[in-house]
């Protein structure tokens, strides 16, 4: 009779767990937060010392208000590069996971930022593209990201030695290759992206200096509800700066 009670105990507990087993991970809510603005606006906010790779100060935090309240002139904003998802293939070749995004364009109302949406799992990554459309104003010169802590400036870096950094700088033609090999991230962004603050930017250098640059943001999905946050600075490239020069012509 003890023995069958104790098979009845153990074949009730394993029914409670049944539901529990099967239940699938819980699903958080993320946001992205992501705006271009002209290298001068971005400027015009930093105090002194705010121009070094990671600083946070007063002058970030009033960039961020004002992007929050939408008192940033629309001037300043260069709506034509817009945050989008990315197809599953791009998804998985930049070390993410798919997902469905419910996105709303920035600029409609009082609203500046370009806001995503989307639920996933935490510890898993997502991958968002911003793309120009036009063609001048070509330079990701700076990017200030915000995740759990304050809004940082960062300044988009080639790797070197080994250092990761949270905006890495590559050329757009050789990720362009090494995505359609499925290779990017595990032969060459893993080891030098630092996404410790939960996210960050691989900057594509367009290898056509009168094309703009891409950028490539990766967000590692925390584990409560999180809205992440990315100022993308930008600027006409210097080559397109100089004049052609020539001789004086002689006169005889």
Not at 120 to 130: D, I, M, N
Request: charged share 20%; hydrophobic share 45%.
């Amino acid at each position: 009779m003890w023995q069958g009670w104790r098979l009845g105990l153990i074949a009730a507990a394993l029914f409670l767990m049944c539901p529990a087993l099967a239940a699938p991970a819980r699903a958080v809510e993320y946001r992205l937060q992501v705006v271009s603005i002209f290298e001068s606006a971005f400027v015009s906010f930093l105090k002194p010392g705010e121009l070094k790779d990671g600083a946070s100060g007063p002058g970030l935090d009033r960039l961020e208000a004002s992007l929050d309240q939408g008192d940033l002139p629309r001037g300043a904003v260069l709506f034509d590069r817009r945050a989008q998802s990315v197809r599953e293939g791009l998804a998985r070749a930049y070390g993410g996971v798919p997902v469905v995004p419910q996105i709303k364009p920035g600029g409609e109302g009082p609203v500046i930022w370009d806001e995503i949406i989307w639920e996933g799992k935490p510890g898993e990554r997502s991958v968002w593209l911003v793309s120009p459309i036009l063609r001048h104003i070509q330079e990701i010169y700076r990017v200030a990201l915000k995740s759990q802590g304050p809004l940082r400036h960062f300044q988009p870096y080639s790797p070197h030695d080994g250092a990761a950094v949270a905006v890495m700088a590559l050329p757009l033609n050789f990720l362009w290759a090494q995505e359609e090999r499925g290779t990017v991230w595990d032969k060459y962004i893993s080891r030098g992206l630092d996404l410790r603050g939960g996210i960050g930017v691989v900057a594509g250098v367009n290898f056509n200096a009168t094309f703009p640059d891409q950028a490539y943001l990766i967000v590692t999905q925390a584990e409560q509800p999180t809205t992440y946050k990315a100022v993308l600075v930008w600027r006409e490239r210097t080559t397109e700066l100089e004049s052609p020069r020539s001789k004086p012509r002689m006169l005889r």
